[in-house]
């Protein structure tokens, strides 16, 4: 079994379209910290806001970060920080024919998984809000999921077959 033929471009591409939406949320969180009158173009309406998700407690370390260090202390990231980190990672692993890159890329994806439905969920009964940035890179983060698991599996077999 070799690595699909669609799997590098369509990792570019989720890779890329992750970055952009993480380098867009960092700007609109920034944006607001600067002028709390911001508008960002994803403000469609008073429950349709992601300048008020990004602004929110939620928007920094998933919230939880806060807890354990000052809320102002350098570890607790806007989780677009997060988001840049992960999807450079993911482009960068995903170069590597490596079983230990195929591994990691397959962890850290479940983890960005666990981590969308959090904030999902905290989006969907906490905020009452609607984020198309957020809910975007929760699909970015899925799919990305599902291509390193077939990556993995590509992987595995081309070891196999080479023995």
């Not at 799997?7 to 949320?25: D, N, P, Q, T, W």
């Not at 009158?37 to 008020?52: I, N, T």
């Not at 992960?86 to 479940?110: D, E, H, I, N, P």
Request: hydrophobic share 45%; glycine share 6%.
């Amino acid at each position: 079994m070799a690595i699909p033929t669609w799997e590098r471009k369509v990792r570019i591409f989720l890779c890329v379209f992750g970055l952009v939406l993480s380098v867009y949320a960092l700007h609109v969180e920034l944006s607001r910290e600067r002028n709390p009158d911001y508008r960002a173009m994803c403000d469609l309406g008073e429950s349709v806001s992601c300048s008020k998700v990004f602004s929110s407690r939620w928007g920094r370390g998933f919230g939880l970060v806060q807890y354990f260090v000052d809320k102002d202390s350098p570890l607790n990231q806007p989780n677009s920080v997060l988001g840049i980190i992960f999807y450079t990672l993911q482009m960068c692993l995903g170069l590597s024919l490596s079983r230990k890159a195929a591994l990691f890329l397959v962890f850290s994806s479940w983890v960005s998984v666990a981590g969308s439905l959090y904030l999902a969920s905290i989006l969907a009964f906490v905020l009452g809000d609607f984020c198309m940035v957020c809910v975007s890179t929760y699909l970015v983060n899925f799919v990305l999921l599902f291509t390193n698991l077939k990556r993995r599996r590509a992987i595995e077999g081309l070891k196999e077959k080479s023995g």
